[in-house]
T-cell receptor, first 109, second 113 residues
Framework: QQPVQSPQAVILREGEDAVINCSSS?????VHWYRQKHGEAPVFLMI?????EQKGHEKISASFNEKKQQSSLYLTASQLSYSGTYFC??????????FGKGTLLTVNP | NAGVTQTPKFQVLKTGQSMTLQCAQD?????MSWYRQDPGMGLRLIHY???????DQGEVPNGYNVSRSTTEDFPLRLLSAAPSQTSVYFC????????????FGPGTRLTVL
C-alpha cells in the first residue's frame, strides 16, 4: 500500500524551513527518502530504521516514529538547490519498494 | 563508471506496436528494477530481478515482460503498446541487501498514440 505524503506541494523562499510528512496504514520497519530534480532521475537521500532514528544529509534531516507509522523530512535554511520532488518509500525486505506520490518543493530567491 | 544507462531517451509508438526498452548497469548490482512514473502517481514498480535468471512482478506488471540473462542487462518489453502505457520509465539497480538505495537511470519518455 502506497504511503501518504503531505503536503502535496510547498513553496518557500531561500532560507525558510519546511517539513514533509510520510505516513502509512501498515506497520513500518524502515522509511527511505529520495529527491528528484526536474527532468532528472530520483536520487537516494537516506534511510531510517525503526527506533526513532534521526539522520542528516547536508541541512536535510529526517525522523522516523514506527509507533505512529510516520516519518518526517526536515529541510532547514532551504537553498535553491533543494527544489525538486521528494518521495518517501517503504518496503525492501521483500525486494519491493513502494513510493508515495511525492511532494513538490519549490524554493524561490 | 557509466552507472545505469537507458535507451532510447524518447520513443513514440502507435497502439499495438511492440518495443523493448534497454537498461544496463556496470556496478555489478544483483538487483534491478523497472518503474513507471505518471503525473501525480509517484513511482510504481513494474518488474524486478534479484539476479540473472530470476524475475518477479511488481505492482503494475500487466502488458510488460522482462528477462535477465546477464547481471548487467534488464530489458523491458512492451508486447502490444496501449495509450495507457504512455509514461516515463525508469530502470534502477542496487546491491541485493541494499534495495532501499537504488541508483536510477536517466529515464525513457514513451508516448503511445
Amino acid at each position: 500500500q502506497q504511503p501518504v505524503q503531505s503536503p502535496q506541494a510547498v513553496i518557500l523562499r531561500e532560507g525558510e524551513d519546511a517539513v514533509i510528512n510520510c505516513s502509512s496504514s501498515k506497520a513500518l520497519y524502515s522509511v527511505h527518502w529520495y529527491r528528484q530534480k526536474h527532468g532528472e532521475a530520483p536520487v537516494f537521500l537516506m534511510i531510517l530504521l525503526k527506533g526513532g532514528e534521526q539522520k542528516g544529509h547536508e541541512k536535510i534531516s529526517a525522523s522516523f516514529n514506527e509507533k505512529k507509522q510516520q516519518s518526517s523530512l526536515y529541510l532547514t535554511a532551504s537553498q535553491l538547490s533543494y527544489s525538486g520532488t521528494y518521495f518517501c518509500g517503504t518496503g525492501g525486505s521483500n525486494y519491493k519498494l513502494t513510493f508515495g506520490k511525492g511532494t513538490l518543493l519549490t524554493v524561490n530567491p | 563508471n557509466a552507472g545505469v544507462t537507458q535507451t532510447p531517451k524518447f520513443q513514440v509508438l502507435k497502439t499495438g506496436q511492440s518495443m523493448t526498452l534497454q537498461c544496463a548497469q556496470d556496478m555489478n548490482h544483483e538487483y534491478m528494477s523497472w518503474y513507471r512514473q505518471d503525473p501525480g502517481m509517484g513511482l510504481r514498480l513494474i518488474h524486478y530481478s534479484v539476479g540473472a535468471g530470476i524475475t518477479d512482478q511488481g505492482e503494475v506488471p500487466n502488458g510488460y515482460n522482462v528477462s535477465r540473462s546477464t547481471t548487467e542487462d534488464f530489458p523491458l518489453r512492451l508486447l502490444s503498446a496501449a495509450p495507457s502505457q504512455t509514461s516515463v520509465y525508469f530502470c534502477a539497480s542496487s546491491y541485493r541487501d541494499r534495495v532501499f538505495e537504488q541508483f536510477f537511470g536517466p529515464g525513457t519518455r514513451l508516448t503511445v498514440l
